[in-house]
């Protein structure tokens, strides 16, 4: 079972760390503006987040078969077709909602950051005076 989960984390981190990369790349060409630098990674963020969630709602009744999971442990079990679409399934989704659960933390921080540097932005502008 150790190794079903090490496997599945395993595909779930390397599809979040390409996202991860995307979504750093694009804050780092925005990286003039801080601020949205900040709110473009927090929707990307969010996006991730929602889409992770999408796919643990779908593992348990998707064809598990289609799997890099299954590719690499399925095949190797020595269980009935059902049971092993029952097992896989579940732990792909368990799997997908603890990755996003951090996502979600992630996102958290990118919007309170976000937020934050906006606010203190406008706070910047209203004491400071016309003039400079």
Known sequence: MDQ??????????????????????TMLALSFDLVLALRVGAVMTTAICITL?????????????????????????????????????DVLAERYLWHA?????AALALWAAAIMLWLLRLLRAALMPAGF
């Open 53 to 89: 969630l999408v796919q643990a709602g779908r593992a348990p009744r998707a064809d598990i078969r289609r799997t890099e999971l299954y590719s690499v442990v399925g095949r190797g079990l020595a269980l009935p077709r059902d049971r092993a679409q029952q097992l896989l399934g």
């Open 101 to 105: 659960d951090r996502a979600a933390i």
């Open 4 to 25: 079903i989960i090490a496997v599945a984390d395993q595909t779930i981190r390397r599809a979040c760390g390409f996202a991860a990369f995307a979504v750093g790349a």
